[in-house]
């Protein structure tokens, strides 16, 4: 698995790059070759906070955890992401290796569970700049907004982040 470990207001350890390694050791199982893992460590004051972002096969598993020590915090992401690969198995399994991943994993009853679509809706998207989908998702209490970006004519949303910031989602066509 190919591993890049990027440091904000800090700079990694080398010995947590070693634990780093050997903890994704436990999930690079689950994944082909060609599975890539971000790590990134950002210091804040007293707390440190380790983002763990895997891509493989076009699907991408993402933990977030905060801990006083960064390698707690390590533990807790590859424990999170492990936990939702077992929760979804029978999803995943579609796009990671199946063999591998029924060796690794204990059947249990949330595995089979389905996805249901409780409620649909259609929305009209009308072209506007990020700032007043932002104003929009705000007067509507929405965690999130699927608007038409004004400044580029792509279909977008913005979101609330849980350190009180907004994200703008742009799609990509390769």
Do not use: W
């Not at 060609?34 to 983002?51: D, L, P, R």
């Not at 905060?66 to 390698?71: H, I, K, L, Y």
């Not at 995943?92 to 249990?108: L, N």
């Not at 104003?135 to 038409?148: N, P, R, S, V, W």
Request: hydrophobic share 35%; with cysteine.
């Amino acid at each position: 698995m190919k591993t890049t470990i990027v440091g904000r207001k800090c700079t990694p350890k080398e010995s947590f790059k070693l634990h780093a390694e050997k903890k994704l050791e436990k999930i690079e199982k689950f994944f082909y070759d060609e599975a890539e893992a971000k790590i990134t460590v950002t210091v804040e004051k007293s707390e440190q906070i380790v983002e763990l972002t895997i891509s493989s096969g076009g699907m991408f598993f993402r933990a977030e955890e905060s801990a006083v020590d960064m390698n707690d915090a390590l533990d807790a992401c590859i424990d999170f992401i492990i936990r939702k690969i077992r929760k979804n198995k029978t999803k995943v399994s579609k796009k990671i290796r199946a063999d591998v991943i029924d060796d690794y994993i204990v059947d249990d009853d949330e595995a089979d569970e389905e996805f249901d679509i409780i409620r649909s809706k259609s929305v009209y998207l009308k072209p506007e700049m990020p700032e007043e989908a932002i104003l929009q998702m705000e007067m509507l209490g929405h965690q999130f907004y699927l608007f038409i970006n004004g400044e580029n004519d792509k279909t977008c949303v913005v979101y609330k982040r849980k350190d009180g910031g907004y994200g703008l989602i742009e799609p990509e066509v390769e």
